[in-house]
T-cell receptor
């Protein structure tokens, strides 16, 4: 089945550790996105990529890093510099390559908890 | 500042009722607007996408309308069922941008 796969579903991290969240899609979409969701707040954009080997910062990129070496994959690293990393992280993709987004499709999310 | 607001934050209705969820946005120069559904602890499922040039979109028991001049969109759910219980999120893409701005959602509970 076509879709977006995020792993792991749940992740616990000690303070000071970097962690990497995986996002893989088989929809042949060019654009991929990472959002963060906190209780009582709307989703906020961390990073997005419109094409392989290119990505842009979203609204809350500080403390995060990404790579886009393959069309299918857009991993997110939460670094120790991120002051409040406990959140629900959502990966999404869309057909659009430049300009505006088309319809967005989301993965099932990864819940990160810092101990 | 471009913002998206959804009121109320929570809504409870009896099964079978027709209902309307509201979404308002501050800048009428939108590119598209998308409605999503989110079940607890899950990702978002796309329900309807309305392009700027469209007035409404329909899918099954769902109908989404768009009024750019008033900065509003509504999601109409006909004959609600307990399985419709979820959080409904509205998101707007403004012209020239490549990102969506989300509202905080309306948590809907349909009771037997």
């Amino acid at each position: 089945d076509g879709g977006i796969t995020q792993s792991p579903k749940y992740l616990f991290r000690k303070e000071g550790q970097n962690v990497t969240l995986s996002c893989e899609q088989n929809l042949n979409h060019d654009a991929m996105y990472w959002y963060r969701q906190d209780p009582g707040q709307g989703l906020r954009l961390i990073y997005y990529s419109q094409i392989v080997n290119d990505f842009q910062k979203g609204d809350i990129a500080e403390g995060y890093s990404v790579s886009r070496e393959k069309k299918e994959s857009f991993p997110l690293t939460v670094t120790s510099a991120q002051k409040n990393p406990t959140a629900f992280y959502l990966c999404a993709s869309s057909v659009g390559t430049s300009g505006n987004t088309g319809e967005l499709f989301f993965g099932e999310g990864s819940r990160l908890t810092v101990l | 500042k471009q913002e998206v607001t959804q009121i109320p934050a929570a809504l409870s209705v009896p099964e079978g009722e027709n209902l309307v969820l509201n979404c308002s946005f501050t800048d009428s120069a939108i590119y598209n607007l998308q409605w999503f559904r989110q079940d607890p602890g899950k990702g978002l499922t796309s329900l309807l996408l309305i392009q700027s040039s469209q007035r409404e979109q329909t899918s099954g028991r769902l109908n989404a309308s768009l009024d750019k001049s008033s900065g509003r969109s509504t999601l109409y759910i006909a004959a609600s069922q307990p399985g419709d219980s979820a959080t409904y999120l509205c998101a707007v893409s403004w012209g020239g941008g490549n990102k969506l701005t989300f509202g905080t959602g309306t948590q809907l509970k349909v009771e037997l």
